[in-house]
Nanobody
Framework: QVQLVESGGGLVQPGGSLRLSCAASGSFLTIGAMGWYRQAPGKHRELVAVITKSGSTNYADSVKDRFTISRDNAANTVYLQMNSLKPEDTAVYYC??????????????WGQGTQVTVSS
């Protein structure tokens, strides 16, 4: 079982910055890919950014050049630095992680979500 705890959300003005953190804990052999998703009211959950254990990254077109995903493998923690925030970035942001539970067993877990609101 993997528990993901997110932090860092809040209210920020347009053009501002926030940094989200997500720490994985529990019983697992290793953590693989980690990512951030978001869900705005009335919309489907969408991928924001993902990072592999080796550090390869992928971003949604809407956040490229504004958001940066990074991770600390020793701490099983993933970060999302969000700059130049826009009102359309307002959403609940969810952390996701793939955890190896056994020699051939992987499972995905979700955090509880953290609210990001961009408004003047």
């Amino acid at each position: 079982q993997v528990q993901l705890v997110e932090s860092g959300g809040g209210l920020v003005q347009p053009g501002g910055s926030l940094r989200l953190s997500c720490a994985a804990s529990g019983s697992f052999l290793t953590i693989g890919a980690m990512g951030w998703y978001r869900q705005a009211p009335g919309k489907h959950r969408e991928l924001v950014a993902v990072i592999t254990k080796s550090g390869s990254t992928n971003y949604a077109d809407s956040v490229k050049d504004r958001f940066t995903i990074s991770r600390d493998n020793a701490a099983n923690t993933v970060y999302l630095q969000m700059n130049s925030l826009k009102p359309e970035d307002t959403a609940v942001y969810y952390c996701n992680a793939d955890a190896q539970n056994g020699p051939l067993t992987w499972s995905g877990s979700w955090g509880q979500g953290t609210q990001v609101t961009v408004s003047s």
